[in-house]
């Protein structure tokens, strides 16, 4: 009887376990079935990791980008955009001293040998025991001069036209001298001050009539220095021609423009420039109608350098080139931004150009040291 129970209990045991292997198997069948999905779950999964990796590189690179603003170091942009921060000029360390370099020869005040003032100042008692001196013993022992200006005063001149009753009944009158052509009027010297001051040294009129007012002891009004420059810039109209022709017919000229306020209106100062001329225009206009109206033939001889705005690159020239300067700045704001050491190295292959650029003017066509250069 023992033995029976036994027996049944063990095939108990049996079909339990198989009822527990059936159950599992079953369970790792669902799970087999299920590894396709967790597998394209998985994949779609680890696109999407991927796709926030570059995301944030992307950002992280769009950050950087925003720290690293643009400036008159790293652009085209005027230093009068780098708002709270100090100008950074391109150029590097020579390794000298501050200041004047050795053999460099000074300027000093020096003493002239004829004075137009000479005040000899001769005692004529002693200090020591007062006694009255001879003052035709005193000998000269040094001498210190004082350079100034006198004060400025108006000198008003007169022309006095008279006439004359000759024998042939005719009854002469003289002639003013040209330019005197009014009553009163302002000399050539107050009109060659005015333009002077206002255009080469960029006073304003309200300043410059205070010049004259506190300097000169000349009371004129803005109205009248205005009229004097205009009348002066029509009769220089013929030596500007000259130079505007001038910088026509360059074999270099070199073109900017920048922005500045006329009334109270933004105006844009044009700059043209070859080796010997500097030739200045302004326009409310910063498009290619400005220079189409100042050089309407272009520049048929020149390389025109320039910093690649439209209007400018719009312009007829034989060539045209890229403002070094400019490229450099371009250079500095890529080797921010990328980090790569090309940008460097070609900024740096521009500066040596530059430099040797300066131990000689130029170079023959077919010069031998030219094409070494090169070849290198």
Known sequence: MGLKIKITLTKLDYIAK??????????????????????????????????????????????????????????????????????????TS???????????????????????????????????CSIKLDTSQAVLVERRQVVDIPPIEVEVTEYQVFEIACACGHRQIGDFPAGVDNHIQYGPNIAAMTVYHNVYQYVPFKRLQDFFVHICNLPISIGTLENIVVRMADKARPV?????????????VGSDETGAKVNSKKHWIWVWQSTFITFLAVSASRGYDTINAMFPNGFPNATLSTDRWKA?????ALHHQLCLAHLLRDLVYLGQIEKTPWADQFKELLLDAIQLKKTKSAYLKDDPEAREIERV
């Not at 396709?36 to 980008?65: C, D, M, W, Y």
């Not at 050795?102 to 137009?116: I, W």
């Not at 400018?312 to 007829?316: E, H, I, S």
Request: charge should be positive.
């Open 18 to 91: 198989i009822v527990i292997l059936e159950a599992e198997n079953s369970e790792l069948r669902t799970q087999v079935a299920r590894l396709p999905n967790l597998e394209a779950e998985n994949a779609q999964l680890r696109g999407q990791v991927l796709g926030l990796e570059n995301k944030f590189i992307e950002l992280s690179h769009k950050v950087e980008t925003l720290l690293i603003r643009k400036d008159s170091s790293n652009s085209s942009l005027a230093p009068s955009s780098d708002l709270f921060k100090k100008n950074q000029s391109l150029r």
């Open 94 to 128: 020579t390794g000298r001293k501050v200041g004047a370099q050795q053999g460099h020869k000074g300027k000093t005040l020096k003493m002239v040998a004829k004075p137009d003032h000479v005040k000899p100042i001769i005692p004529d008692y002693c200090s020591i």
């Open 240 to 252: 500007w021609e000259e130079f505007r022709q001038a910088i026509e017919r360059s074999k270099v």
């Open 312 to 316: 400018q690159l719009k312009t007829d």
